[in-house]
């Protein structure tokens, strides 16, 4: 039985809490209030798991890969969330907060997203239970996921790009945070990540931990053990690492590996790996680490892949590094765009650049040959073509 959950106010240790505007109160207030009841209700979940199975396509597959087995010299399995409905991960928690909203009687949804990946989910997940839609993302953003901007407004979602700051998912945050103040009866915000005000953080963390049961339960079929010996997932915000680790949190076997986005380099300005670099702080309506100044100015982080370049992490991973549960460890662009040509060209995926920053750590662990790894998948490539296709000459 898995024992990882916040106090009721919200904490990890030190880190968590509400930090919120007072005109946001009685959003965050009736959330705390409801969300557990809800999420226990057999009925909310009967629904949600029809939903996951028939329309998400869960459970999603536990992939040996021979050819990177072979490479290592130890056992890799892939979570292939890259195979779910609209490409990712980020569906799994859509599907269970926008439920979640009609049962508070919410008739509009508002997001931000990075990558694109949750403001596709969200819209997605909108478009099929009959709910309005607005997606927020950063102007820079929107100009190299272009992809999943134009299949957002297929799905009927506005999509508002935020054009302060370094204009990426810090920056979208903001501007929804401030819609939903301006908008606080009707409205419900679907946080994409395990960050945020409480309860979003364990509420998130509820809905992705699907992930890491699927694991166990795949595991214990393929190999007779539920407990691998290492799991890794990327993390920006963090939640499909969170949805990875979840059910190995207490388990003193696993070792459970969150991969940040070191970019050009943690020892340069251009980075996004904020548990190496960061400072507690708070951000978005909870206290964390982040890249800051000394003086506390958030310093804009950068990453080849718009859905890790966030100046902040999860507080549920800022209380498991402090408490040793998880190894932290970086991949730089370069890295990331080499593991992602090399699984394309082995064994036929071509991952998101979020995933193949944990695809590329596999590089850096001393595996031995009877070691479990499992990579977490967590989307697919295709909207990421257009960066890719720079370094097209270079690979041939």
């Avoid at 909108?126 to 299949?151: S, Y």
């Avoid at 059910?247 to 076997?253: E, S, V, Y």
């Avoid at 548990?275 to 964390?288: F, P, V």
């Avoid at 595996?367 to 977490?376: F, H, M, R, S």
Wanted: proline share 4%.
């Amino acid at each position: 039985m898995n024992t990882f959950n916040p106090t009721s106010d919200g904490y990890y240790g030190e880190f968590g809490g509400a930090f919120i505007p007072e005109m946001l109160h009685a959003n965050v207030a009736e959330l705390q209030a409801k969300y557990l009841d809800i999420l226990e209700d057999s009925s909310f979940q009967q629904e949600m798991q029809s939903l996951l199975k028939d329309y998400v396509g869960r459970p999603t597959p536990l992939f040996y890969s021979e050819n990177l087995s072979k490479q290592y010299k130890a056992k890799i399995y892939l979570k292939r969330e890259d195979l779910n409905h609209t490409g990712a991960h980020k569906i799994n928690n859509t599907i269970g907060q926008v439920l979640l909203a009609k049962r508070l009687n919410k008739k509009r949804i508002i997001a931000e997203t990075g990558a694109g990946q949750h403001g596709v989910a969200t819209a997605t997940t909108c478009a099929l239970l009959g709910l309005e839609c607005t997606v927020f993302m950063g102007a820079i953003d929107i100009e190299r996921q272009k992809p999943n901007v134009e299949r957002m407004k297929m799905l009927g979602a506005t999509v508002v790009p935020a054009n302060s700051g370094s204009k990426t998912l810090k920056d979208a945050t903001n501007e929804a945070i401030r819609e939903w103040i301006n908008n606080p009866t009707d409205t419900h915000y679907v946080i994409g990540s395990v960050v945020g005000p409480h309860p979003y953080p364990d509420m998130v963390a509820k809905f992705q931990s699907i992930i890491s049961k699927e694991i166990q339960e795949q595991l214990l079929e393929k190999e007779n053990t539920a407990k691998p010996d290492y799991v890794i997932a990327c993390v920006g915000g963090g939640s499909n690492a969170m949805g990875a680790f979840y059910h190995f949190i207490d388990n003193n076997h696993t070792k459970l590996i969150a991969v940040e986005a070191a970019g050009k380099g943690i020892q340069t300005d251009k980075t996004a790996a904020t548990i190496a670099l960061g400072k507690k702080g708070i951000i978005h309506g909870s206290k964390t680490y982040l890249i800051q100044t000394e003086d506390g100015q958030i310093i804009e982080p950068y990453s080849i892949s718009a859905g890790l370049d966030y100046p902040g992490i999860g507080p549920a991973h800022a209380y498991l590094n402090d408490t040793n549960k998880i190894m932290v460890g970086s991949i730089t662009d370069d890295e990331a765009i080499k593991a992602a040509f090399h699984l394309t060209r082995t064994d036929g995926i071509i991952p998101a650049l979020e995933s193949a920053h944990a695809l590329a750590y596999l590089e850096k662990l001393n595996l031995k040959e009877n070691d479990i790894v499992i990579v977490n998948l967590s989307g697919r490539g295709d909207k990421d073509m257009l960066t890719y296709q720079k370094y097209f000459t270079n690979e041939k």
